[in-house]
């Protein structure tokens, strides 16, 4: 029996330099940094500036290393195919649907932080009730604009990100003026174990930048792909060490809480209640790009290109002949997205903490094996790799840095919480087991029929 029409077809390489470039500028956290890092800066003090340039830092190292896999195999599986040709099959999958399913739980948590933001606006709606419809609206949204084609999607991705750049950048600069040093003081103000409980924080805002790789099945030219990793982000990198550093340098570090976002209450004192307008609509944007080409996008291209390679329902790997698009992944993840927020809104700690744990650890895995493929592609395809158009610099000084950076994060998030590890290691065995049952299942039917 031949495979359904919409099996053979393939999404339409339509995005440029700049639209994969605001992927992954967009794909940063949203409520990481907006909302969460007064939850960083309580638990590090001003030391926390420097937790989070550590966990950039480790994502700009792991993006150098991904580079020549990114260009060299461009695809919407991304990380899981280039896992599966150099380790095998389950761990192409798991690299790859780690990934994808930490993206998931970042549509429960983010999605129900823009849900927050937005009520901001609307200081008159009481209720749980508000924010919870807020967040299913404008992730409906999303998912409506990510079926009607990755080139819309990716415009509308580039418009909000410009945005949010420019906001960040005036408040980093005309916030100078006002800082008072004396907020720096004294700067591991909560002692070594509070400046390590602050590097995972950080690791959960920048979590990302990984997204636009996959990107490779639509982009126009592959070779944009290593270029836009690593300017995206140098791009975020530099953009929130300099306002976090205006942020602390505002507000003793004692002062800032998590009851909204510490950026509104500085953008305020700089700006006026302005100021603090503007500040919420780009801590809203933050959180609207993560969703937008982060869950909604890169999450579907990774299921589709697993479905694909028949390690998912085949229905995943189905595009739409008219938009070019996995409309039935989207559909998919806006689902349990929306479960997940409805979830958060009655259990706030099990999203926000335990399920967004278990997303650094998926993306901790996702993050290895890719690096462990990098290192193989050199050493397997060496000739492969010599004809590339880009190729990383300093070999092999960037997987290292990002070996180190993976263990140091891993340390600081699991290391007083071994119960999370292991509730992560079961999550892992369970979908091993259901891998290799769907594979058997498969292979007998297949020799049913043949």
Not at 363 to 380: E, P, Q
């Amino acid at each position: 029996m031949s495979k359904p029409q919409t099996l053979s077809l393939e999404p339409q390489r339509k995005l440029g330099y700049w639209s994969i470039w605001a992927l992954g500028v967009g794909a940063v956290i949203g409520d990481g940094i907006f909302v969460l890092m007064g939850q960083g800066i309580a638990t590090a003090g001003p030391s926390a500036m420097l937790a989070y340039l550590i966990a950039g830092l480790s994502q700009l190292f792991l993006v150098i290393a991904l580079g020549e896999l990114a260009v060299g195999m461009p695809s919407a599986g991304a990380m899981s195919q280039w896992v599966e040709r150099f380790i095998g099959k389950w761990w192409g999958f798991l690299a790859g649907f780690a990934f994808a399913i930490g993206w998931v739980i970042a549509g429960g948590s983010v999605g129900l932080a823009l849900g927050k933001l937005t009520m901001w606006f609307f200081p008159s709606l009481t209720g749980n009730i508000w924010p919870v419809f807020f967040a299913i609206l404008f992730i409906s949204i999303f998912a409506i604009l990510n079926i009607l084609g990755a080139e819309i999607a990716a415009k509308t991705q580039l418009v909000l990100v410009v945005i949010m750049t420019l906001v960040m950048a005036l408040f980093s600069i005309i916030g100078l003026k006002d800082i008072n040093l004396a907020n720096f003081q004294p700067f591991f103000a909560t002692g070594s174990e509070g400046f390590w409980g602050a590097v995972p924080l950080g690791t959960y805002a920048y979590l990302g930048a990984v997204t636009l790789a996959t990107a490779g099945g639509e982009v126009r030219n592959p070779k944009d792909l290593p270029k836009a990793l690593i300017w995206a982000s140098i791009t975020f990198l530099v953009l929130y060490t300099a306002a976090q550093a205006v942020l602390q340098g505002l507000i003793p570090w004692e002062q800032i809480t998590m009851d909204g976002s510490p950026f509104t209450d500085a953008a305020e004192m700089v700006f006026g209640i302005a100021g603090a307008y503007i500040m919420n609509i780009t801590a809203w944007i933050a959180a609207a790009t993560c969703l937008l080409m982060g869950t909604l996008y890169a999450s579907s291209r990774i299921f589709y290109a697993q479905a694909k390679r028949g390690f998912l329902p085949a229905f995943l790997g189905q595009i739409n002949p008219k938009t070019g698009t996995p409309v039935n992944g989207i559909l998919v993840v806006w689902a349990v997205s929306v479960l997940l927020i409805i979830l958060g809104s009655f259990n706030p700690d099990f999203l926000y903490v335990e399920l967004s744990t278990q997303l650094v650890l998926a993306w901790l895995v996702s993050w290895t094996l890719a690096l462990i493929a990098a290192v193989l592609y050199r050493k397997r395809a060496f000739d492969e790799v010599q004809q590339l158009p880009w190729k990383q610099p300093l070999y092999p000084l960037f997987p290292i840095l990002g070996f180190i950076g993976i263990i140091i994060v891993f340390y600081g998030t699991f290391i007083g919480a071994p119960m999370t590890l292991v509730r992560g290691i079961v999550w892992m065995a369970v979908l091993y087991v259901l891998f290799r049952m769907f594979h058997k299942n498969k292979n007998e039917s297949t020799d049913a029929n043949g």
